[in-house]
């Protein structure tokens, strides 16, 4: 069990790590993308749900006349902006392909907001299962397979340490491998039923592609079939009535009207309008809600011979599909709160460290053959551990240097995050096994806590500034970069220590 403890944690062990930093990265990504797009101001009053309504309706109304599908994403503390967002079909005569267009409003106002093009919190929480650069089915195939040896390395981290509980008390300061070792136990089994749920729900997600010989086997291999697997497998159960609207055309301004009533203490999450322009377009509601791992409620309005027929959705119909349901929800943290979610981002963090932890304790083991190929790993665990962070911090300066009317700008972002990635392990690749840990952690503390001088620089956003707006999205990302800064600080300051330790006599 140890022999397979160590070499299933090794064989993947880079790249998982880089799975669950960016992984946890997602559970801010609308924080980030808020940070991404300074142009979005804050407004702080309420605003009423059909002000809003309103104004999206307006800016559809003359930007997406021909669309055959409309949704309006309504203000919340995590997008601070009203959302619209519409299905534009392929036009021959004018020679363009369907597409999906979106645009943000503001609340107060609802004139549009021309924010930088970026790529935001959700390209950098896509990385964590499509990796980038590789087609999206051999992302999904090579994630999982990591994910299947990160959950056998948590299984049989189980059962070769019998007084696991015991070991997790215990820490040996200044005792080398055995120091280590205590760390890792800490870092493994503090969130070690986060970590269980995290890697099996992950692995269940992405059954689809990883089991896709089986479903080719039932099914056929032709996308017809797999389209046929996944109608029948999510059939949801569905509660149709008729109900009194006293109106001869549906709108999205009466569906809203009856849905609040009908839910006086939920809060309206979006508004939809599909098959528009058809002889039965939908009216859809979506609340918000302490819905669990529940989804939320849905709600659809037809005009069906001249009645008004109300379609509210139960769930999933088959059992393994609700289950499903719910490891997607716990793994995505889709309910959780600003507090809740704040522990997931911490508990991601502990398993990128239990992982950190076990490639450093893996180097240590094997220091005193003093080979050329230990001392690379050495060192490209360096590259990876502090230089992933650097390459987000690069991601992040990229968003607010790079000329807003570039061309791809998006893109460039990206490339720039996996540029200042492939700088530091060629850095690290030639640098001094005895140094490269306290520089890479002394790059990673500059280029964090520089972050927030860098907003002040390029945008209105000076901490004070956001104080005082009480824009506290901002302000918090700002604080958070700090944070880290010292944590990064704090451990090269702690190396040094250690290394003049060493040299006295």
Same mark, same amino acid.
């Given at each position: 069990? +140890?022999?397979? &403890?160590?070499?299933?944690?090794?064989?993947?062990?880079?790249?998982?790590?880089?799975?669950?930093?960016?992984?946890?990265?997602?559970?801010?990504?609308?924080?980030? $993308?808020?940070?991404?797009?300074?142009?979005?101001?804050?407004?702080?009053?309420?605003? $009423? =749900?059909?002000?809003?309504?309103?104004?999206?309706?307006?800016?559809?109304?003359?930007?997406?006349?021909?669309?055959?599908?409309?949704?309006?994403?309504?203000?919340?503390?995590?997008?601070?902006?009203?959302?619209?967002?519409?299905?534009?079909?392929?036009?021959?005569?004018?020679?363009?392909?369907?597409?999906?267009?979106?645009? !943000?409003?503001?609340? $107060?106002?609802?004139?549009?907001?021309?924010?930088?093009?970026?790529? +935001?919190?959700?390209?950098?929480?896509?990385?964590?299962?499509?990796?980038?650069?590789?087609?999206?089915?051999?992302?999904?195939?090579?994630?999982?397979?990591?994910?299947?040896?990160?959950?056998?390395?948590?299984?049989?981290?189980?059962?070769? &340490?019998?007084?696991?509980?015991?070991?997790?008390?215990?820490?040996?300061?200044?005792?080398?491998?055995?120091?280590?070792?205590? #760390? &890792?136990?800490?870092?493994? *089994?503090?969130?070690?039923?986060? &970590?269980?749920? #995290?890697?099996?729900?992950?692995?269940?997600?992405?059954?689809?592609?990883?089991?896709?010989?089986?479903?080719?086997?039932?099914?056929?291999?032709?996308?017809?079939?797999?389209?046929?697997?996944?109608?029948?497998?999510? *059939?949801?159960?569905?509660?149709?009535?008729? #109900?009194?609207?006293?109106?001869?055309?549906?709108?999205?301004?009466?569906?809203?009207?009856?849905?609040?009533?009908?839910?006086?203490? %939920?809060?309206?999450?979006?508004?939809?309008?599909?098959?528009?322009?058809?002889? %039965?377009?939908?009216?859809?509601?979506?609340?918000?809600?302490?819905?669990?791992?529940?989804?939320?409620?849905?709600?659809?309005?037809?005009? @069906?011979?001249?009645?008004?027929?109300?379609? %509210?959705?139960? +769930?999933?119909?088959?059992?393994?599909?609700?289950?499903?349901?719910?490891?997607?929800?716990?793994?995505?943290?889709?309910?959780?709160?600003?507090?809740?979610?704040?522990?997931?981002?911490?508990?991601?963090?502990?398993?990128?460290?239990?992982?950190?932890?076990?490639?450093?304790?893996?180097?240590? /083991?094997?220091?005193?053959?003093?080979?050329?190929?230990?001392?690379?790993?050495?060192?490209?665990?360096?590259?990876?551990?502090?230089?992933?962070?650097?390459?987000?911090?690069?991601?992040?300066?990229?968003?607010?240097?790079?000329?807003?009317?570039? *061309?791809?700008?998006?893109?460039?972002?990206?490339?720039?995050?996996? #540029? *200042?990635?492939?700088?530091?392990?060629? !850095?690290?690749?030639?640098?001094?096994?005895? /140094?490269?840990? /306290?520089?890479?952690?002394?790059?990673?503390?500059?280029?964090?806590?520089?972050?927030?001088?860098?907003?002040?620089?390029?945008?209105?956003?000076?901490?004070?500034?956001?104080?005082?707006?009480?824009?506290?999205?901002?302000?918090?990302?700002?604080?958070?970069?700090?944070? !880290?800064?010292?944590?990064?600080?704090?451990?090269? @300051?702690?190396?040094?220590?250690? =290394?003049?330790?060493?040299?006295?006599?």
């Amino acid at each position: 069990m +140890g022999w397979l &403890h160590t070499w299933a944690g090794f064989a993947f062990a880079w790249l998982l790590f880089f799975i669950f930093v960016t992984g946890s990265a997602g559970y801010f990504e609308n924080e980030i $993308d808020r940070w991404m797009k300074p142009e979005i101001a804050i407004v702080n009053k309420p605003i $009423d =749900d059909f002000s809003v309504l309103t104004s999206a309706e307006q800016q559809l109304t003359t930007l997406a006349a021909d669309a055959t599908q409309w949704y309006i994403s309504y203000p919340s503390s995590r997008d601070p902006y009203i959302g619209i967002s519409w299905f534009q079909p392929a036009n021959a005569e004018l020679g363009t392909a369907r597409q999906w267009h979106k645009k !943000f409003l503001t609340p $107060d106002t609802g004139k549009a907001i021309t924010a930088r093009d970026t790529s +935001g919190g959700e390209t950098l929480y896509r990385l964590h299962y499509n990796l980038h650069y590789v087609p999206v089915v051999m992302g999904y195939l090579v994630t999982s397979l990591a994910t299947l040896f990160m959950l056998i390395g948590l299984v049989t981290g189980v059962i070769i &340490h019998k007084k696991i509980f015991i070991e997790f008390f215990t820490f040996r300061k200044g005792k080398g491998l055995r120091s280590w070792l205590d #760390i &890792h136990n800490v870092f493994s *089994v503090l969130p070690l039923p986060f &970590h269980l749920m #995290i890697t099996y729900s992950g692995l269940i997600l992405l059954m689809g592609v990883s089991f896709f010989p089986v479903i080719d086997n039932t099914y056929g291999v032709s996308k017809k079939m797999h389209r046929q697997f996944y109608d029948e497998s999510q *059939v949801e159960d569905k509660q149709q009535q008729i #109900i009194d609207l006293n109106t001869t055309e549906l709108s999205l301004k009466a569906i809203l009207t009856d849905a609040k009533t009908r839910y006086e203490n %939920q809060t309206v999450s979006y508004l939809g309008l599909i098959d528009r322009n058809t002889e %039965q377009p939908g009216f859809e509601v979506w609340f918000e809600g302490d819905e669990g791992l529940e989804f939320a409620t849905l709600m659809t309005y037809r005009m @069906v011979n001249g009645q008004v027929q109300l379609e %509210q959705s139960l +769930g999933k119909a088959h059992s393994a599909a609700k289950v499903y349901d719910i490891l997607e929800h716990l793994h995505e943290g889709l309910f959780a709160d600003i507090y809740l979610r704040w522990l997931y981002f911490i508990s991601g963090l502990l398993g990128a460290a239990m992982i950190a932890s076990g490639m450093i304790i893996w180097v240590k /083991k094997r220091q005193k053959q003093q080979t050329t190929f230990i001392n690379l790993i050495d060192r490209l665990n360096a590259a990876v551990i502090v230089g992933l962070p650097i390459a987000i911090a690069g991601y992040f300066w990229s968003n607010r240097l790079l000329p807003l009317a570039m *061309v791809n700008r998006a893109a460039w972002e990206v490339h720039s995050l996996f #540029i *200042v990635f492939a700088a530091c392990i060629c !850095f690290c690749a030639v640098s001094s096994t005895d /140094k490269v840990w /306290k520089s890479m952690l002394w790059i990673a503390a500059i280029a964090y806590a520089l972050l927030p001088l860098g907003n002040i620089l390029t945008t209105e956003h000076s901490l004070l500034a956001s104080a005082q707006n009480s824009d506290w999205l901002m302000l918090g990302f700002d604080l958070t970069m700090l944070l !880290f800064a010292a944590c990064f600080a704090l451990a090269a @300051v702690l190396i040094k220590n250690k =290394d003049n330790k060493t040299v006295q006599p």
